[in-house]
């Protein structure tokens, strides 16, 4: 099993660009969500998915959009990118039914100039 | 919302002693709390974790205890070793979906 992967690892866009930074799993794990993670601030949550079809919003939602369509993939889209969104984003999943772990990606450091 | 707080965020022991880091939360119906470890450029990775039933854990040299009276819940990190030098976040889950709230996070250094 690969687990939890995504792309891009490293991302440069302009103020205003759009982009969709992509996850996927292969743990057919029902619960995924996005995470980002900015210096002393922890990991907030962004959007989470509990089964392909179904979101919402976490903490942070604002300037992000986001689709289930698989149960596999949970891409995140950046509308209109800004300074305020460089961070680092992790995906996450895991399995409603066997422990409450979850799963991290490798992340994604996105900087926004 | 649930709200995580982490003390302290940064902590230095000498190797072989014992690190504690404390957490507090503000949802009694939080029923979930885990522990992850973070090396720097890499991923976190779950170390130990508690459930709102158990007042205690323990996993070798780790240990979590939880007081939901209080709510506030603790890792304790026994025979340092350099190797446990990371990031330490507290987490915890309330309601039935994954929507789990971290604190900020403790950066552990053990001195050799």
């Known amino acids: 099993n690969a687990g939890v992967t995504q792309t891009p690892k490293f991302q440069v866009l302009k103020t205003g660009q759009s982009m969709t930074l992509q996850c996927a799993q292969d743990?057919?794990?029902?619960?995924m969500s996005w995470y980002r993670q900015d210096p002393g601030m922890g990991l907030r949550l962004i959007h989470y998915?509990?089964?392909?079809?179904?979101?919402d919003q976490g903490e942070v939602p604002n300037g992000y959009n986001v689709s289930r369509s698989t149960t596999e993939d949970f891409p995140l889209r950046l509308l209109s990118a800004a300074p305020s969104q460089t961070s680092v984003y992790f995906c996450?999943?895991?399995?409603?039914?066997?422990?409450?772990?979850?799963?991290f990606g490798p992340g994604t450091r996105l900087t926004v100039t | 919302g649930e709200n995580v707080e982490q003390h302290p965020s940064t902590l230095s022991v000498q190797e072989g002693d014992s690190a504690v880091i404390k957490c507090t939360y503000s949802?009694?119906?939080?029923?979930?709390f885990p522990w992850y470890k973070q090396e720097l450029g890499k991923r976190p990775q779950l170390i130990i974790d508690?459930?709102?039933?158990?007042g205690e854990k323990k996993d070798q040299r780790i240990a979590v205890t939880l007081n939901k009276t209080a709510k506030h819940f603790s890792l304790h990190i026994t025979e340092t070793q350099p190797e446990d030098s990371a990031v330490y976040f507290c987490?915890?889950?309330?309601?039935?979906?994954?929507?789990?709230?971290f604190g900020t996070g403790t950066k552990l250094q053990v001195i050799p």
């Open positions: 949802d009694s119906a939080s029923n979930y």
């Open positions: 508690i459930r709102s039933n158990v």
């Open positions: 743990m057919n794990h029902e619960y």
């Open positions: 987490a915890a889950r309330s309601g039935g979906y994954q929507k789990v709230t």
């Open positions: 996450a999943s895991s399995d409603r039914t066997g422990g409450n772990e979850q799963y």
């Open positions: 998915s509990v089964g392909a079809g179904i979101t």
